[in-house]
């Protein structure tokens, strides 16, 4: 075989695992963002979930019915915790995606942007 076909073929070869190597690299990532909102999903749903329980305290109470102040108190550290947890998904969810989420109004923005798409902020 000529010298430069084979060299032609050689390097088309690494170009093309370079590219499957990228690909996959890729795909990971998309399996890890859809896993990460999976669990983003649930944390909503538990959130949503203390959200009902202390509404119904706050129904209870107006109808005279006397919550325990120490369950009241558990569900408000539940739902620090979970808003925090949720927060921080999100984080790693918007680097996985290499963007950036503006801090004034929550738009997913890029993560070489200098501007915010939504509200024009300065990132
Ligand atoms: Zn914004």
Known sequence: MDEK????????????????????RMAGQMVDVAKLNVQLFDLNGEYNDVLRQLGQVMVDTHHGQSEDPEKVAALLERADETAERAAELKARIADLRQSQTCPACGAPCGKGDKFCRACGRQL
Do not use: Q, Y
């Open 5 to 24: 076909v084979k060299e032609l073929l050689e390097r088309v070869r690494g170009t093309a695992g370079d590219t499957a190597r990228a690909a996959g």
